[in-house]
């Protein structure tokens, strides 16, 4: 799945902007044939949630129709042309001049479609139907209503379109997918590169590495779709937080002394694994500092804004953190691009929060997750920055759990087996996932769900369950979430809940527990920002008040302690 390019032989045009957008609250778009274009419609910015875009109809879920109309450059008559949508909640249909295009379920991964057969010079036009209503078999799942919109899972529903949209083009005969796979001897970095043609005779691949002052190629004739190649690189310079090295590592496809497709890529070269009860990144321990985080921002919602991309990683940086989860669902193709640059540590996980593995709904959630960590790994193989694979988070049904989590964990395993697997839990040791996984990861509020007030007591039982749990399993545990409300410039001495002191404290204390014990090699706050979520009686104001910034990105108290903290650490 690789991203589109520009370059002398693949191009393409982002068609973010203002879109036409309709309501169908009475869902009758189909019926009035709407799919061949539709009145009456009002403008919509494209990458954005439309929840907050508008005075009203917040909490309306779908379905909603959005339209485009755009010409076809003129110089690409005989390419393949594709459209590829970055992410789109939670069901679509697409049409172009009236034709079915293709459906796709599930909000925050990449699809795309081939419509060479479909385009035509002058105007076409481009309609979309979202729908993002709750199901129980959907992953992530409806909840029970305790809270609106009915979700089971604790941030906001946002709807629409949520990524760039891009029209491309590439070549008929050519490069279709790259995977890399780095590893080290000595000081020597390898790169297994495979690369996936198609409609290629007589052609040959050149394959040229550059950086840091060296270039290094390798040319072979193209014998099948699937062709293997290695580059040695001596003396490399490794992938590291502290030194996020990156080479180009250059494809270009050669028939008849003519370059017909060509495609950079952005490598590191850097080996992750676990041994023992330690993390290891180039054979050395590494300790994560960081956070679970969310793609959340006023008036955008999940929308794609890469200022807001930015100013995370800068306070990321700022307060030491070297490391955070896709909580809970694949973030920006931007995102990950940059925590490569930035020398970022990424727990990659999908969006299969709050499973109910209910026997009604456990085979289609099996479905969707076996898709879902399917085009994860498709579109985040080749990111160094990406150290870990997440099938879950909290999934509630421990019974069920371990069934499940294998035969998922065995799809990861076959499509990457460079890097550890975990499941994010909240069952300790009932976890059957346990038995396999890597890497144990544990989201734990005692002081605040229960033991609230009380943080003493809290880390007592924090310490307990942490030791009982590497007893019984002998491996590394990564405290995945912690954290409590607390309302931005509300005070209290001694510390109370929601007060500013005792989020401090409470981070503070958990952070000691975690560092007395050799077995644990991260702690991620939850969370690094305030977020949206849906009304309920314990979310004032319809926001999680967790995190060490506001939403608008404004430190509290815990902010300047962590910064003390992961400074020193790091």
Same mark, same amino acid.
């Given at each position: 799945?690789?991203y589109?390019?520009?370059?002398?032989?693949?191009?393409?045009?982002?068609?973010s902007?203002?879109?036409?957008f309709?309501f169908?609250?009475?869902?009758k778009?189909v019926?009035?044939n709407?799919?061949k274009?539709f009145?009456?419609?009002?403008?919509?910015?494209v990458?954005?949630?439309?929840?907050?875009q508008?005075?009203d109809?917040?909490?309306?879920?779908g379905?909603?129709?959005?339209?485009?109309?755009f010409?076809m450059?003129?110089?690409?008559?005989?390419?393949? !042309?594709?459209i590829?949508f970055?992410s789109v909640?939670? +069901?679509s249909? &697409? =049409?172009?001049? $009236?034709?079915v295009?293709?459906? #796709?379920?599930?909000?925050?991964?990449?699809?795309?479609?081939? !419509?060479?057969d479909?385009?035509?010079s002058?105007?076409? +036009?481009?309609v &979309? =139907?979202v729908? $993002?209503?709750?199901?129980?078999? #959907?992953v992530?799942p409806?909840?029970?209503?305790?809270?609106?919109?009915?979700?089971?899972?604790d941030?906001y529903?946002?709807c629409?379109?949520? =990524?760039?949209?891009l029209?491309?083009?590439?070549p008929n005969?050519g490069?279709r997918?790259?995977?890399?796979?780095?590893?080290i001897k000595d000081?020597?970095?390898?790169?297994?590169v495979?690369?996936?043609?198609?409609g290629?005779?007589?052609?040959?691949?050149?394959?040229?590495?550059k950086?840091f002052?060296?270039e290094?190629?390798?040319?072979s004739?193209?014998?099948?779709?699937?062709?293997?190649?290695?580059?040695?690189?001596?003396?490399?310079?490794f992938?590291n937080?502290?030194?996020?090295n990156?080479?180009?590592?250059i494809?270009?496809?050669v028939?008849?002394?003519?370059?017909?497709?060509?495609?950079?890529?952005k490598?590191?070269i850097?080996?992750?694994?676990?041994?023992g009860?330690k993390?290891?990144?180039?054979g050395?321990?590494?300790?994560?500092?960081?956070?679970?985080?969310?793609?959340?921002?006023?008036?955008?919602?999940?929308g794609y804004?890469p200022?807001?991309?930015?100013k995370d990683?800068s306070?990321?940086n700022?307060?030491?953190?070297?490391?955070?989860?896709?909580?809970?669902?694949?973030?920006?193709?931007q995102?990950?691009?940059l925590?490569?640059?930035l020398?970022?540590?990424?727990?990659?996980?999908i969006?299969a929060?709050g499973?109910?593995?209910?026997?009604?709904?456990?085979?289609?959630?099996?479905?969707?997750?076996d898709?879902?960590?399917e085009v994860?790994?498709?579109?985040?193989?080749n990111?160094?920055s990406?150290?870990?694979?997440?099938?879950?988070n909290?999934p509630?049904n421990s019974l069920?759990?371990?069934?499940?989590?294998?035969k998922?964990?065995d799809?990861?395993?076959?499509?990457?087996?460079?890097?550890?697997v975990?499941?994010?839990?909240?069952?300790g040791?009932?976890?059957?996932?346990?038995?396999f996984?890597?890497?144990?990861?544990?989201?734990?509020y005692?002081?605040?769900?229960?033991?609230?007030?009380n943080?003493?007591?809290?880390?007592?039982l924090l310490?307990?369950?942490?030791?009982?749990?590497?007893?019984?399993?002998?491996?590394?545990?990564i405290?995945?979430e912690?954290?409590?409300?607390t309302i931005?410039?509300?005070?209290?001495q001694?510390p109370?809940?929601?007060?500013?002191?005792?989020?401090?404290e409470?981070?503070k204390?958990?952070?000691d527990?975690?560092r007395s014990?050799?077995?644990?090699?991260?702690?991620?706050?939850w969370?690094?920002c305030?977020?949206?979520t849906?009304q309920?009686?314990?979310?004032?104001g319809s926001?999680?008040?967790?995190?060490?910034?506001?939403?608008?990105?404004?430190?509290?108290?815990?902010?300047?302690l962590?910064?003390?903290?992961?400074?020193e650490?790091?």
């Amino acid at each position: 799945m690789l991203y589109p390019q520009r370059n002398k032989n693949r191009h393409f045009v982002d068609l973010s902007g203002f879109w036409d957008f309709r309501f169908d609250p009475d869902d009758k778009g189909v019926g009035e044939n709407w799919t061949k274009g539709f009145n009456n419609g009002c403008p919509i910015a494209v990458p954005a949630s439309w929840n907050d875009q508008f005075a009203d109809d917040r909490d309306f879920l779908g379905p909603a129709w959005y339209q485009l109309k755009f010409m076809m450059p003129r110089e690409w008559d005989k390419k393949k !042309i594709m459209i590829r949508f970055g992410s789109v909640n939670y +069901l679509s249909d &697409v =049409r172009l001049n $009236g034709e079915v295009v293709g459906h #796709h379920e599930g909000g925050h991964l990449p699809f795309e479609y081939e !419509i060479s057969d479909k385009i035509v010079s002058e105007d076409n +036009l481009l309609v &979309v =139907r979202v729908d $993002g209503r709750l199901s129980d078999n #959907h992953v992530p799942p409806r909840g029970r209503p305790m809270n609106n919109p009915q979700t089971n899972f604790d941030f906001y529903p946002f709807c629409g379109i949520h =990524r760039p949209v891009l029209l491309y083009a590439i070549p008929n005969e050519g490069l279709r997918d790259i995977t890399v796979r780095p590893s080290i001897k000595d000081t020597t970095g390898i790169l297994d590169v495979t690369l996936e043609t198609v409609g290629l005779n007589d052609a040959y691949v050149n394959l040229s590495l550059k950086g840091f002052g060296s270039e290094i190629t390798n040319t072979s004739k193209i014998e099948l779709n699937i062709q293997k190649m290695t580059l040695e690189v001596k003396q490399a310079k490794f992938w590291n937080p502290e030194t996020p090295n990156l080479y180009d590592l250059i494809v270009e496809i050669v028939k008849a002394d003519t370059i017909i497709d060509s495609y950079s890529l952005k490598v590191g070269i850097r080996t992750i694994e676990v041994k023992g009860d330690k993390l290891l990144l180039n054979g050395k321990p590494i300790y994560l500092t960081g956070f679970g985080r969310h793609e959340d921002f006023p008036i955008t919602g999940r929308g794609y804004v890469p200022a807001v991309i930015i100013k995370d990683y800068s306070l990321m940086n700022w307060i030491g953190a070297n490391s955070f989860r896709t909580s809970h669902y694949p973030y920006s193709e931007q995102m990950m691009e940059l925590a490569d640059r930035l020398g970022f540590l990424v727990i990659d996980e999908i969006p299969a929060v709050g499973l109910t593995l209910r026997k009604d709904v456990i085979e289609r959630q099996q479905e969707l997750c076996d898709q879902f960590i399917e085009v994860l790994i498709k579109r985040d193989k080749n990111h160094p920055s990406v150290i870990m694979w997440s099938l879950a988070n909290e999934p509630h049904n421990s019974l069920k759990s371990g069934e499940f989590f294998r035969k998922l964990y065995d799809k990861t395993k076959d499509l990457d087996n460079t890097r550890p697997v975990t499941v994010v839990n909240m069952m300790g040791v009932k976890e059957k996932a346990f038995e396999f996984c890597e890497v144990l990861c544990i989201n734990r509020y005692y002081g605040w769900y229960l033991q609230p007030g009380n943080i003493d007591e809290a880390c007592e039982l924090l310490s307990k369950e942490m030791d009982n749990l590497y007893e019984k399993h002998r491996k590394p545990i990564i405290l995945s979430e912690f954290g409590a409300d607390t309302i931005p410039g509300w005070h209290s001495q001694p510390p109370e809940m929601f007060s500013e002191e005792y989020q401090t404290e409470f981070i503070k204390k958990y952070i000691d527990v975690c560092r007395s014990k050799p077995y644990v090699i991260g702690e991620h706050v939850w969370n690094m920002c305030d977020f949206k979520t849906s009304q309920g009686i314990t979310r004032m104001g319809s926001t999680n008040y967790k995190g060490v910034f506001t939403r608008d990105r404004r430190p509290k108290m815990a902010a300047h302690l962590l910064r003390k903290l992961w400074k020193e650490k790091n």
